[in-house]
């Protein structure tokens, strides 16, 4: 399993932008794909994104797409959840997984998360 440790969450008015990191231990990083998922107070947990091991394919949910940008740096055991436009309805805390499909499932070694909080 790889351990996995998301940074990067606050507090930001609708329109603006935050940057989440999601930093893995182990050296089979680079072997996973990897996902970004969310939970809203008294929602299920949503899958946000997803990136595949090479970052050669990516997946965005409708609510994000065009908004949220997601990457990965094999060499660090780093990937990154870049969102832009941020409205109230993105608040949430945010979790990265590793191991998954890029449908969303499987994903099985996961983040303690990280809070986003986008203020109207």
């Known amino acids: 399993q790889v351990q996995l440790v998301e940074s990067g969450g606050g507090l930001v008015q609708a329109g603006g932008s935050l940057r989440l990191s999601c930093a893995a231990s182990?050296?089979?990083?680079?072997?996973?794909?990897m996902g970004w998922f969310r939970q809203a107070p008294g929602k299920e947990r949503e899958f946000v994104s997803a990136i595949s091991w090479s970052a050669s394919s990516t997946y965005y949910a409708d609510s994000v797409k065009g908004r949220f940008t997601i990457s990965r740096d094999n060499a660090k055991n780093t990937m990154y959840l870049q969102m832009n436009s941020l409205k109230p309805e993105d608040t949430a805390v945010y979790y990265c997984a590793a191991g998954g499909r890029m449908n969303g499932q499987g994903f099985g070694s996961w983040g303690q998360g990280t809070q986003v909080t986008v203020s109207s």
């Open positions: 182990g050296r089979t990083f680079s072997a996973y794909n």
